[in-house]
């Protein structure tokens, strides 16, 4: 099982790609709670050049809510990321992680359900880009 699902796209710019991943995000019924911008990071810390690089930590909050009652310290591996990434030919790549493989260590059958349906979600996102 792989720990993300991608999808590049051509021809849009990579701001105009961040706007519509977050728009997409928000029509399945997640928030940004985090961005972080990593190139411009890099560039502030290590004095290095790096390509486009945002991460975006999504947070469905109803889902986030069922997985907390169901498993008190699965906050350490909330929000879910959803990276969008300049790629070397000019396209844009957005990767979110697959909750469900990542909840595997967990054993709880609930968190697993839940996991599934953030997995569905995030999957029509990258879909519909």
């Known amino acids: 099982m792989t720990y993300y699902f991608a999808k590049t ?76 990434q300049a790629t070397e030919d000019g396209g844009v790549e957005v990767a979110a992680v697959d909750p469900a493989a990542s909840m595997q260590a967990v054993d709880n059958p609930e968190l697993a359900r839940i996991a599934e349906a953030v997995r569905d979600k995030l999957k029509l996102v990258i879909e519909r880009l």
Do not use: W
Request: glycine fraction near 8%.
């Open 9 to 84: 796209l051509s021809g849009k710019g990579f701001d105009q790609v961040v706007a519509q991943v977050t728009d997409a995000l928000k029509d399945e019924g997640f928030g940004i709670l985090t961005e972080i911008d990593v190139r411009t990071t890099i560039k502030k810390k290590l004095d290095k050049d790096f390509r486009d690089y945002r991460i975006l930590g999504a947070c469905n909050p109803s889902l986030a809510h069922q997985a907390l009652q169901a498993e008190d310290k699965i906050g350490t591996m909330l929000p879910c990321n959803v990276i969008v």
